[in-house]
């Protein structure tokens, strides 16, 4: 049985009354161009160089330009790294941190992490991984061991604190001695109140240094911190020595 003319005039209503429609069509997909005066945060062509330190306060990233990096939980650099490795860059917009081989699992490779760059309200930021938000910064935040770094000086001798975490040690000989002046030297910490110089590959005990306080002139908005004046060591009380004229 042929379908009527009535029959094939209700089918194809019913077909055109069921396709949507060409404007509905373009309101769903996206626009054929891109919108007059739309920028994109990061310009392909722009030259960015992610060596350098950032953080967010919470983590600490130093992107090295030797293609290493090193990674803190925390933003104190002076305190044991979670993580070392590897860095290259993918694009623009993207590199990638790879953890070093552990040797004790030699077969497990550790799995990478992405790193996002991205620009905020002119702010240029890094996703890595989990940690969101860090900020590039030409050197490292600020820490409490930093206000204990430089050369100090007594009659015992001198103790040089180094910002990269090692120390040297040098005891002056007693007076009217022939001896030698003794040198020791190894990685540093200071927790606060003390600090302790651990003396290269040896096990012996650390050596102790108190750092001794005095408050310091107030600053513009009434508040008044403290300074190390001294160190109480193992070779006697020393002062810090003025950095050389430049």
């Not at 042929?2 to 209700?10: E, F, G, M």
């Not at 993918?90 to 081989?101: A, K, L, S």
Request: proline fraction near 12%; hydrophobic fraction near 35%; charge should be positive.
């Amino acid at each position: 049985m042929k379908p009527t003319a009535p029959l094939l005039a209700l089918m194809l209503l019913a077909l055109l009354t069921a396709a949507p429609s060409r404007d509905a069509f373009a309101q769903q997909s996206a626009p054929p161009i891109i919108p007059k005066g739309a920028k994109l945060d990061i310009d392909p062509t722009e030259q960015i160089n992610v060596a350098g330190w950032w953080s967010n306060g919470a983590v600490l990233l130093s992107v090295r330009s030797d293609g290493s990096f090193v990674m803190w939980d925390q933003p104190n650099r002076y305190r044991e790294p979670t993580t070392r490795g590897r860095w290259h860059r993918q694009n623009y917009r993207t590199f990638w941190i790879e953890p070093y081989f552990d040797p004790k699992t030699p077969g497990n490779a550790p799995p990478r992490t992405r790193c996002a760059l991205r620009r905020t309200n002119g702010v240029l930021l890094v996703d890595v991984g989990n940690a969101t938000g860090l900020v590039q910064s030409d050197a490292p935040p600020l820490a409490p061991e930093d206000a204990q770094v430089g050369r100090w000086n007594g009659p015992g001798g001198t103790l040089d604190l180094h910002a990269d975490g090692s120390f040297s040690l040098t005891a002056a000989p007693l007076p009217n001695s022939a001896a030698q002046p003794t040198s020791v030297s190894g990685r540093w910490t200071f927790d606060g109140k003390v600090i302790q110089l651990f003396r290269g590959e040896q096990r012996d005990a650390p050596l102790r240094c108190v750092p001794v306080s005095r408050p310091s002139a107030p600053a513009a908005d009434g508040s008044i911190s403290s300074e190390t004046v001294s160190l109480t060591t193992p070779i006697g009380e020393l002062r810090r020595m003025p950095p050389p004229a430049k």
